[in-house]
């Protein structure tokens, strides 16, 4: 197939589908290449026995996030409240603590010292997203160590460390030692803080898609029919001022403009003719992705809730650190989802699949009893085995990335436009920026085509 368009997008995720369906609405011609034979990227419905959906990627949405609560509302589509009734279960170190509210009844002085430590990232973050990262006064310094230096500095206390690794692996999918300071800081500003990424009521935890988030992209590809190419991995891009060849497999494109909404470590993968200026290059070299499992593990109905548990868990000490109740709003089956992250999903993905499943079990049981060990169906996700993804949430910077290349993040380079979650300026990593980046880059390709026809 060859075709001639005025803009090609190259990804079918969230970011890449939404540019579409605004430049298209603005009157362009337009053609989507997909690698995957689906759209929705890092947004995936499986099913539960019953035939109720339940999503193997990213699902909540939460409050702040208004980009895609916006979108959720004009596809028709709603939300539903995440399960949060009765008690939660934290394990710091030796101790266990079963609570409700948001804060675990752990030892005071590590109380303290986490609440002290969360006051100064806060703080730190308002300064660092409030403009571009690598402009914050503190960017040098922070980005010149690793987000487990700045912990090391700033937290006093074993079980305030504990804390702030397990949060580290829940929120980014990686280690501490893995991250700059500077994007840590920028990831937690540009949500607006930690408690708006770490709750569930009031946080980015808050809601879930009926029908399952992919119905989002779904809808949106609906609106855009055969203008996308499915099962189309783009391979080469050609590009001069005048405009762009995109080729994947038989098909090639030409275009005015594209937008490349994959996320920067496979936009990597891309070759470029000619090759990208070497800040760009440069970049996404030092922006890996993240490494999660996820595990949707489901019984006859949720009986962690006979006992008044909330299915909320984390522990420090177990693989699977991070479990919510995931049940469907009619109320059975009662699913429960876990989180394999950063070097517990590196040590977990080695595992033969039964080994894996037997000790999520094993953690599910140590957290609401034996009834776990018995569930009707088990459904997990390991991201980084797939090809177009290379892993999840999302990419961050490793040290020393954001204040060298930062600018080329966002920056058009001639005709190629970049989108994708890691481009946003608000909730970077989430659906939400992931919208942001889809208008955004929508928007800088509008004003140039507008321009040329004026000319
Ligand atoms: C397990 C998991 C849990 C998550 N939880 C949440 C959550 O609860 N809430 C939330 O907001 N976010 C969550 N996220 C993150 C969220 O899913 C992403 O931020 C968002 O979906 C990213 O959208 P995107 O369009 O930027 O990128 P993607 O969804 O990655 O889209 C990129 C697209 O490009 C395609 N592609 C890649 N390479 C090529 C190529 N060479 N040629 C053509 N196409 C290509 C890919 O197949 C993909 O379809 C989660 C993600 C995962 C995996």
Redesign the pocket.
Known sequence: MKTSVDVVV???????LVAARDLVRAGREVVV????DR?????LNAELPGGAPIE??????GPG?DQ?LALIDELGLTTFPTHTEGRHIAEIGTARSVYTGRVPRLNPVALADVAQAQWRLDRLARQVAAREPWLAEQAEDLDGQTFATWLRRNVYTSGGRSFFRLITEAVFSAEPEDLSALWACFYVGAAGGLDALISTAGG??QDRVVGGSQRIALALADELGDRIVLG????EISWDAAGVQVS?GRTTVRAARAVI???PP?AA??RFGPGLPGDRDQLVQRMPMGR?I?VNVAYDEPFWRRDGLSGQANSDHRPLGTVFDNTPPAGAPGVLVGFLEGKHADAAGRLDPAERRSRVLTDLTGYFGPQAQHPIAYIE?D?AEEE??GG???AFTAPSTLTRFGTALRTAIGPLHW????TATR?A??????VE?GHRAAREISDVLMTHAQI
């Open positions: 190259v990804g079918a995720g969230i970011a890449g290449l997909e690698a995957r759209v929705g990227g890092r947004l193997v990627g990213g699902q909540w949405v996030q895609v980015a935890q189309a991995p783009v391979t994947a909404a994959v996320p496979l993968r891309i999660v996820k996700r991201w177009f993804s999840c949430y999302g989108a994708g979650t890691e909730w990593g989430y659906m939400d920026g992931a980046s």
